[in-house]
């Protein structure tokens, strides 16, 4: 009979077995390794520490003690219901407060205990320079965060942000009432370079005491503590102006704000009173530099050149009766072919030069003037066509005895209240006419006192 022996086990199996034990234990320890490293990545990010480390790197970002409202976390984005830094000691950054923040992770570097923000994003922003201009910050956070100095105990987490967008933002500066300006309502984004920041934003309004507000259409600023250096920046002012910005604001003590503006096409109604927004309209172009020291009661100074377009003087009690003297209509409404000078503003005090106003083929007025309290100070070269002086005895003879540019030319001195100055005008034109008709004594007298005297009545009634 045949009896087989036996076969060995195939040793094949045996050896899938233990590979197959061996891949299961990885997969166990991974599945293991990752419920605890997202466990510990949890407690990580959950956690106080990491928040009270955030908050040192905000501080020491913002140099300014700063601190968040809790940090909610849904995967690897963060939020948080607010942000607030003060700083009431310092010169620059006095406060500041956010609201709705998130931000999003890169996890990559989370392992390191470090935070790399790509993106975060702040719904609401506002910020003061100056503890004055800290008055008028109105958003209120919904808690009180607690607020950690710069280097305050522990080291801050490593943090980096790629890009900090706001959807509005308010800044504020000045101290007193005649240096406070803001940017309102604006939309920025920061991104930062080492520990300064770059910012481009657009929209809103900018307000600056003693200037009228005007639209932001876009601008580029840099951030480097103490100063914030405007690169560029572009604003509307009605509906065809244009100003272009560019200087610096240093917030430190005191501070001080160096702007360069060139305007083109600016209504000139919004820098005038009222009651000479009615006698004059236009629009102008200027180019000029604005100096203030801020965080006193020092008022701006302006300084620069400036010409006007298509400018209308009217409405004018002397012109109007000018109008009626000479019998010439175009002084009623007084239209300017040129309108422009040199000035220089400190309030209360304007000083201008090369001042050259022409109605071309009517007049033309070239001088120097300043206005100080109310009270003005000028002197002038005052041309007139012989046209419109034909119609006064003696102007041409006794007044204006030169002659010039295809006009005849006198000085003129104004002084005094400047609803109301006196001038030395008047009389000599008067004066004028007076020797002028005593000339002409050897005419009948039916033909020369009531004439004359009318006549000498109007001059006498001019201004």
């Known amino acids: 009979m045949f009896n087989p022996s036996p076969s060995p086990p195939p ?178 984004s920061f991104w930062p370079d080492r520990k300064n920041l770059v910012v481009f934003g657009y929209g809103g309004r900018l307000q600056q005491h003693g200037f009228p507000e005007t639209k932001v259409s876009a601008f580029q600023l840099y951030y480097e503590q103490p100063t914030i250096r405007i690169d560029s920046g572009t604003l509307t002012l009605g509906e065809r102006g244009q100003i272009v910005v560019n200087g610096t604001l240093q917030f430190t003590k005191p501070g001080a704000m160096d702007l360069g503006l060139h305007c083109q096409h600016c209504p000139s109604g919004p820098f005038l009173s009222e009651e000479t927004r009615s006698k004059f309209e236009g629009s102008f172009n200027s180019d000029l530099r ?86 003005i100070y000028g002197s002038f070269q005052l041309g007139v066509s012989a046209e419109a002086l034909k119609s006064i005895p003696g102007a041409r003879e006794e007044v204006f005895e030169k002659e010039r540019d295809g006009y005849y030319w006198t000085r003129v001195k104004i002084e005094g209240p400047i609803k109301n100055p006196r001038e030395n005008l008047k009389e000599r034109l008067v004066a004028g006419a007076k020797r002028y008709y005593e000339k002409k004594l050897i005419a009948p007298l039916q033909f020369i006192l009531r004439p004359g005297r009318e006549i000498i009545e109007k001059l006498e009634g001019l201004f």
């Open 11 to 188: 040793r094949k199996s045996s050896r899938w077995r233990r590979r197959a034990i061996t891949a299961a234990a990885f997969i166990a320890l991974a599945i293991w390794g990752y419920v605890a490293a997202r466990k510990a990545i949890g407690d990580y990010l959950g956690g106080q520490d990491l928040l009270y480390r955030i908050s040192l790197a905000t501080a020491e970002t913002l140099r300014a003690p700063s601190g968040y409202l809790p940090i909610r976390w849904r995967g690897f984005s963060a939020f948080s219901d607010g942000l607030l830094a003060q700083n009431k000691s310092g010169n620059s950054l006095t406060e500041l407060r956010a609201l709705n923040l998130n931000a999003h992770l890169n996890a990559s570097k989370l392992w390191k205990r470090k935070v790399f923000v790509e993106r975060a994003e702040v719904q609401r922003l506002q910020a003061a320079f100056g503890q004055d201009a800290a008055k008028l910050l109105v958003d209120e956070l919904p808690g009180a965060p607690r607020l950690y100095a710069p280097n305050e105990g522990g080291a801050p987490v490593p943090m980096d942000v790629g890009e900090l967008a706001v959807d509005k933002a308010d800044l504020f500066w000045g101290k007193a009432r005649e240096s406070n300006g803001a940017f309102r309502e604006i939309t920025a």
């Open 290 to 375: 604005v100096k203030q020291e801020l965080g006193s009661d020092k008022a701006a100074t302006a300084e620069g050149e400036i010409s006007a377009e298509d400018g209308l003087l009217q409405n004018v009690s002397a012109l109007e009766k000018v109008a009626d003297l000479t019998g010439e209509e175009r002084f009623r409404k007084l239209k300017f072919n040129q309108l422009s000078a040199k000035f220089r503003w400190t309030a209360p005090e304007l000083s201008v030069a090369d001042f050259v106003a022409e109605s071309k083929g009517l007049l033309r007025v070239e001088g120097d003037f300043r206005i100080k309290n109310e009270t």
